[in-house]
């Protein structure tokens, strides 16, 4: 079993900066592959952004430049520093964990191949 914590959103003004971070805990953090999503009320959750167990990272366009996903190992954290915030970025941001075997540089994108989720944050990005 895995819990995981988020923590960090909140209400920011367009092209401001937040970092929201993920705590796990009952697991090997560092054999645990991370990845955040988010989801807006009424639509699926949509993946934002993914990190090995190793540490290789993946981010689609819609993110790349403005967001970048980090981990502490010795903290059991995963991060999420997100800049230059556009009102589309406004939504429920959730993390989540895949066991895995050892170091891997594998990430994973689709919701359905992460076992454990956090309760989520909000972020809304608003004048």
């Known amino acids: 079993q895995v819990q995981l914590v988020e923590s960090g959103g909140g209400l920011v003004q367009p092209g401001g900066s937040l970092k929201l971070s993920c705590t796990a805990s009952?697991?090997?953090?560092?054999?645990?592959?991370m990845g955040w999503f988010r989801q807006v009320p009424g639509k699926e959750r949509d993946f934002v952004v993914a990190i090995s167990s190793s540490g290789s990272t993946y981010y689609p366009d819609s993110v790349k430049g403005r967001f970048t996903i980090s981990r502490d190992n010795a903290k059991n954290t995963v991060y999420l520093q997100m800049n230059s915030l556009k009102p589309e970025d406004t939504a429920v941001y959730y993390c989540?964990?895949?066991?895995?075997?050892?170091?891997?540089?594998?990430?994973?994108?689709?919701?359905?191949?992460?076992?454990?989720w956090g309760q989520g944050t909000q972020v809304t990005v608003s004048s």
């Open positions: 989540a964990a895949r066991p895995v075997q050892g170091n891997s540089g594998r990430y994973y994108l689709s919701e359905y191949e992460y076992a454990y």
């Open positions: 009952g697991r090997t953090f560092s054999n645990t592959a």
